[in-house]
């Protein structure tokens, strides 16, 4: 099942609305700001909930474009894009479109830490993700530029010191009202951009920079802490101008993976899939990179920039001497141009130059667009709650680069979280959140929110302490019948297809379990298998399908009538086997967890006058921090497990203590409509 093929730019643009006053509503459920993946994601998912929304965007012809690399997934990044399609999100449907080069990383490894990634064609992929923004029920999209948050009074009945109560937009009167407000700014929030010794206002080359009124308002009427990160990206290179010769050529999968659950194959045939190259870094690059440093504004920031995916310049300074990895990835199947992977710079234009021609497979390369550095505010994360609402104002919600994350898949996870909260807001639904235990997107966001950051952030499989459970093949059943039953943000034609895929898996490792026999009957019917001949005992199907040599095939030629009706699910089935002991083990961690994650801290507490045995270093991490749970308390920086257990006995006595008290109300009411019940008999 793939989507059709999306309608052309110009058939997007003629939908969208360019000036407010040609809006019929004025006033909606929700407004997205941005275009993003963290914007279309949110607005999608809002709207799926049934919110009528509004996303604003500063320059609709970009609205889904892929702002730096052309790929999506990886390490970390995969099992991602697989949980925002599991909740119907938009990036793993529009990765299956665009790819031109799929790959699975980490085969050497167990499947739950495999990276499913993509190469993508950066045309496709934005037509995609407008196609399917003009086809959600309830979504307007409008170009403008928001020049300041509305800001009134809180609700006196919840907490917070602010409301956001709409927006207003650059060049327009009348503004347009909301019950939620979600922020995907991006790099744009008083984004700079520097080349060279030059430095000029934007957040993406060609664009416009957002409206200083913006910054204003979340820093001076909301209070807010604002930091600054920085990122770069490289220059792009003429495909022709390259000597591929002197790289070397890296295939993608002869059988491309599919991201989406309900794609079983891609829109890329196998044979027409691109390759990409692999080349180094020589001394001649460092000899440019510290040549031109006194030329290159942007490195001697103080801001900090991405760990994972450094600059060159950094590259260089921080391990001198090394040889560094370049990959030549493709820009589209009819592009003509290459994102060399690894050479991220802001030196100037002809200095670049001189640097990408000092790589074997470079030495004639020509430049079509020169690389470039941004910086830009983010408003530090541990002022969020789980449900990436602000917490000190009503109505507010942060998602993407402007929390401090990088990367298109952790802005898309936050994107759609952030779309669910804000539509649940508008119509008087409780927040939800998503455990650590239960997703990555909820180890994502329970890092921000608990933790914060001090450089740009980046999902790895090692941040999962349950990742064994937490794995890309299973990320259906884990969210899937939740986003239907819980969320509201699935769709019922999907979330039968995964009631389909659950009721079958399960009958299928029933009839793997129900497959007992002896070690010797084993040995017979599977003679490749390696069991050790020592071993005598009664195992199950099930158990047998952990051994290494055996696969689901071999016992379904075995067992054909018990087992041929499966094969559907072979590879699931085998890593369900595999992963089946390590789960069952960590099965009781995960239940503390979220008994902690259940119990709640109150929002309003005064950690100073707090009568139990807390440090004075405690209390100001709990005061600053705020968060919301006792799990969310054990992952704070500094406390220590004395202070957990004190506030768990708190917690516990608060609790009773609500109890009593509502037991007795309880029974002053029933006392109450007792004694009305004896009047009105009299």
Known sequence: MLTKKPPALRSFLSLVSRRASHLAPQHYDVIVVGGGHAGTEAAAAAARVGAKTLMVSHKVQTIGALSCNPSLGGVGKGQLVREVDALDGLCGRAGDYAGIHFSVLNRSKGPAVWGPRAQLDRQRYRQFIQSELLSTPGLTVLEGSVEELLVSDPNPEESGQHRVTGIRLANEVHPISAASVVLTTGTFLSGSLFMGQTESPGGRIGDAPSSP????????????????????????????SVDFSQAKIHPPDSHPTPFSFLNTRTHCKSEEQLPCYLTYTTPGVERVVRESLHLNCHIQQDAKGPRYCPSIESRVLRFPGRQHQVWLEPEGVTSDLLYPQGLSMTMPPDVQLRLIREIPALHRAEIHTPGYGVQYDFVCPTQLSPA??????????????????????????????????????ALSMPPLALSRTESYIGVLIDDLVSRGVTEPYRMFTSRAEFRTSLRPDNADLRLTLKGFEEVGCVSPSRYQQAVRVRDSLRRALSALQALALSTRNWRTKLPDAGMSEAKNATMTGMEVLQYNDVTFEMLASAFPESLSPHMEFSQRLKIEAVYRPHCQLQKKEIERIQKEENMSLPQDIDYFSLSVSLSQEVREILDKARPTTLGAATRLQGITPAAIVHLLNYVRHAGQKEKRAQRHKNNQMEARRAELSARNAS
């Open 388 to 425: 990436l609402q602000v917490k000190s104002t009503q109505g507010l919600f942060l998602a993407g680069q402007i929390n401090g994350t990088t990367g298109y898949e952790e802005a898309a996870a936050q994107g759609l979280w952030a779309g669910v909260n804000a539509a649940r807001l």
């Open 213 to 240: 009124g913006l910054s204003q308002t979340l820093r001076e009427t909301l209070g807010l802490r604002i930091g600054r990160l920085r990122t770069g990206t490289p220059p792009r290179i003429l495909k022709d």
